[in-house]
């Protein structure tokens, strides 16, 4: 299964963008790219994902490499509530034979 | 639209007693998982259900565990006997065809 590796914590202020990285070095040219975050006592949220060109939703943008070996998590301006851990994930276009595995993600710190 | 519910949302009991976790999935969503969360890490997946038919349960510990989802709706997922090793966050998601996954806030299970 193809792994992702990130940062076990960042820091970042409170009304600052804040740039959250991923590589996955051994993704497939058919997986795509998940992010999901945890806050504190609750379960996994979708924040966002992508193929090959950069997303934004309302929530994050994602930037993703042209060889797309790496992704950047990219949430304009950070409020507290945005502390969680942050989780990037792989995920394969082949529904049936679908796994998502989480590594530990980073934990995203906000300070006032 | 209500999100996935899970019951209960905190249980203690003591080693080698039985104890059920049960989910109830967001309206339409045939896909249901169940995860296990340690403290410090990321989800790992446990069972995985395509409507009633159990289509990924390699993860899941055959002597003691045991899950079912009879009608393809909610589910129950069940440890017989309970060890020390158990106590972890349990959590329960759904999706609609293996898209997007949402999560429940998860039973937190302590086993003294």
């Known amino acids: 299964d193809a792994k992702t590796t990130q940062p076990n914590s960042m820091e970042s202020n409170e009304e600052e963008p804040v740039h959250l990285p991923c590589n996955h070095s051994?993704?497939?040219?058919?997986?795509?790219i998940h992010w999901y975050r945890q806050l504190p006592s609750q379960g996994p949220e979708y924040v966002i994902h992508?193929?090959?060109s950069n997303v934004n939703n309302r929530m994050a943008s994602l930037a993703i490499a042209e060889d797309r070996k790496s992704s950047t998590l990219i949430l304009h301006r950070a409020t507290l509530r945005d502390a969680a851990v942050y989780y990037c994930?792989?995920?394969?276009?082949?529904?049936?034979?679908?796994?998502?595995?989480f590594g530990k993600g980073t934990r995203l710190h906000i300070l006032p | 639209e209500a999100g996935v519910v899970q019951s209960p949302r905190y249980k203690i009991i003591e080693k080698k007693q039985p104890v059920a976790f049960w989910c109830n999935p967001i309206s339409g969503h045939n896909t249901l998982y169940w995860y296990r969360q340690n403290l410090g890490q990321g989800p790992e997946l446990l069972i995985r259900?395509?409507?009633?038919?159990?289509?990924?349960d390699s993860q899941l510990p055959k002597d003691r565990f045991s899950a079912e989802r009879l009608k393809g709706v909610d589910s129950t997922l069940k440890i017989q006997p309970a060890e020390l090793g158990d106590s972890a966050v349990y959590l329960c998601?759904?999706?609609?065809?293996?898209?997007?996954?949402?999560f429940g806030p998860g039973t937190r299970l302590l086993v003294l």
């Open positions: 259900y395509e409507n009633e038919e159990a289509v990924d």
């Open positions: 998601a759904s999706s609609r065809g293996g898209e997007t996954q949402y």
């Open positions: 994930i792989l995920r394969g276009l082949m529904v049936r034979d679908d796994k998502i595995i």
């Open positions: 051994t993704i497939s040219g058919t997986d795509y």
């Open positions: 992508g193929l090959t």
